[in-house]
């Protein structure tokens, strides 16, 4: 991944309502959600909870299908996972064993659904 798509993807997920748009929608997988039940959920007007989908969807956090007359989105966990991957790449100094306890955490990533 270079810089500056890791800098738009981070960009994209720096502001309150796209972040919360983005766990739910992690929540949801492999299902998805269609955009105005997110709008709902997240208490957003359908016109903006578009605008921050759209901005989730180029910066390749989500991904959208339109199934009949709703679009559905889900959770890029493919761009999550290169997203992490950029920021381990250099992992510790060439020191992997610094980040054992980093890696641990990861392999069993819980949704904390208090934290939503």
Same mark, same amino acid.
């Given at each position: ?5 890791? $800098? ?29 039940? $997110? ?71 819980? $949704? ?5």
């Amino acid at each position: 991944m270079e810089i500056t798509t890791a $800098i738009a993807s981070f960009a994209a997920l720096s502001q309150d309502t796209r972040l919360k748009a983005f766990r739910l929608l992690v929540n949801q997988e492999p299902e998805g959600l269609a955009a105005g039940e $997110i709008a709902r959920q997240l208490s957003v007007p359908h016109n903006t909870m578009s605008a921050h989908l759209a901005i989730l969807a180029r910066s390749g956090w989500v991904t959208s299908k339109r199934h009949s007359r709703q679009i559905i989105y889900r959770a890029s966990l493919s761009h999550m996972q290169a997203v992490i991957q950029f920021l381990l790449q250099d992992c510790c100094a060439g020191h992997p064993e610094l980040c054992a306890s980093l890696m641990d955490s990861l392999s069993g990533c819980e $949704i904390n659904k208090a934290d939503n």
